[in-house]
């Protein structure tokens, strides 16, 4: 088994938004940035000693435009595959988010104003269609991808067999990295309960390392501390009527319908 090295690649500002290059046997993206960061995505590819022809799959961890924004652009200048879970395909064959979008704070509220959060990319069809696990080791790392819905409901994680989770937007550090090592909620959650189970899910697996799209890398034992205020706070929005969670998933292929949100 060789080692896979996991490099974090800046698609906006020094941590605020990253995409993950996956170094094994063979390269491996995972994340395509905002709208238009294709090109700067590549740079940061090459100035690591890979080519980007070389890339043997760009794995998009959830349907939000910071991260599958520059899929399709990707898959054009690479010739690499895409993979996308069968739950936010909606999102990647209309090139829409569901809307509207769930804050989970203040940060998530100012932003869902932002109008470039609301704009539609050139969409694709995954050639890799996720609804399980899936081994890596095919594309030349030692890794695998691992669903954890809640952030969406098509969201993933990918777990190295050296311990590194390549966590999305399934935790994220505070301000959207500007407070380095703090875990933090993401500006929005579709289902936050059923994300925090996701999250612990995976730190059952004894990750060492947190990699995520806002931020630096998080320690795990700091983000089980914060997974365990994260559920008394939960409980209590709960019971004030204050827990929004997205209503059910529309079917694949019908688009991202507007729906409505319910109160947990």
Known sequence: MSRTKVIPIP?????????????????????????????????????????????????????HLDHFGSAAELRRLTGAPVAGHVADLGQYRTGRVREPYLPTGRMGRLMARNRKLHVTVDPFEPEVLLDGELALHGFGVDA??????????????????????????????????????RPANPPFHDDPRRNLTSLRAMLALGPARLHVGHGVPLDPERVRDWATREERRLDRAAAAGRLRVRSAEPEPGRGPADGPARTA
């Open 11 to 63: 698609v906006l500002g020094r941590h605020a938004v990253n995409a993950h290059l996956l170094l094994g046997r063979h390269p491996v993206l995972v994340d395509a940035g905002t709208p238009g960061s294709a090109g700067r995505i590549l740079d940061a590819v090459a100035r690591n000693g890979v080519d980007p022809a070389d890339l043997r799959l760009i794995v998009i961890t959830h349907g």
């Open 144 to 181: 695998r991808i691992m669903p954890t819905p809640g952030h969406t409901a098509g969201s993933v994680s990918v777990l190295t067999d050296d311990g590194d989770l390549v966590a999305g937007d399934l935790i994220a550090n505070s301000f959207m990295g500007l407070v380095p090592g």
